[in-house]
T-cell receptor, first 113, second 113 residues
Framework: KAGVTQTPRYLIKTRGQQVTLSCSPI?????VSWYQQTPGQGLQFLFE???????NKGNFPGRFSGRQFSNSRSEMNVSTLELGDSALYLC????????????FGPGTRLTVL | GESVGLHLPTLSVQEGDNSIINCAYS??????FIWYKQESGKGPQFIID?????DKRQGQRVTVLLNKTVKHLSLQIAATQPGDSAVYFC????????????FGQGTTLQVKP
């Protein structure tokens, strides 16, 4: 069974631009969660989607948004990029999102210049 | 506040020795715990999990121990190999936090040949 895939793997943007990242979950998984990983803050939860609905959200500004499609694929968008948004963005999928194992993709490395 | 802490940022062991990585959690309501391994340039990889109704769970060369009284979690790796060198994270969640894992800061395991 194929794992979680994320595209693109690397991105370089400049301040003020916006970016869209994509995540394809493991087949059959309906919950997709997004995380930001930085050396200073570690792994922090952004939001979780299930059946095209955002069910949970972390403490990030409104510039960070996401959506989920009917096939469970998910995208996250960051608008008006800031230097501090440079990070590894990880998505994880699970069956239900309720205390079941989350499997992670390889991440998208975003660099903001 | 929300935190899942690890006691040591770096652990150095000799190849063939057993490794023990510790983690303290703060949320008494957490009922599901996972250990992940992250190698450089990759996303976190699931190692083993444990639910709050258990004290111990064993996998292949790995054992997780949960002490709910003192809110402590540990990962034991038997006969540590060079391929075990990575950053190890503990994570916690509960049924009210759909899709949200709270991660510790991570422990870097270095295996000396």
């Amino acid at each position: 069974k194929a794992g979680v895939t994320q595209t693109p793997r690397y991105l370089i943007k400049t301040r003020g631009q916006q970016v869209t990242l994509s995540c394809s979950p493991i087949s059959g998984h309906r919950s997709v969660s997004w995380y930001q990983q930085t050396p200073g803050q570690g792994l922090q939860f952004l939001f979780e989607y299930f059946s095209e609905t955002q069910r949970n959200k972390g403490n990030f500004p409104g510039r960070f948004s996401g959506r989920q499609f009917s096939n469970s694929r998910s995208e996250m968008n960051v608008s008006t990029l800031e230097l501090g948004d440079s990070a590894l963005y990880l998505c994880a999928s699970s069956w239900s999102g309720y205390t079941d194992t989350q499997y992670f993709g390889p991440g998208t490395r975003l660099t903001v210049l | 506040g929300e935190s899942v802490g690890l006691h040591l940022p770096t652990l150095s062991v000799q190849e063939g020795d057993n490794s023990i990585i510790n983690c303290a959690y703060s949320n008494s309501a957490s009922d599901y715990f996972i250990w992940y391994k992250q190698e450089s340039g990759k996303g976190p990889q699931f190692i083993i999990d444990i639910r709050s109704n258990m004290d111990k769970r064993q996998g292949q060369r790995v054992t997780v121990l949960l002490n709910k009284t003192v809110k402590h979690l540990s990962l034991q790796i038997a006969a540590t190999q060079p391929g075990d060198s990575a950053v190890y994270f503990c994570a916690e969640t509960d049924t009210s936090n759909t899709g949200k894992l709270i991660f510790g800061q991570g422990t870097t395991l270095q295996v000396k040949p």
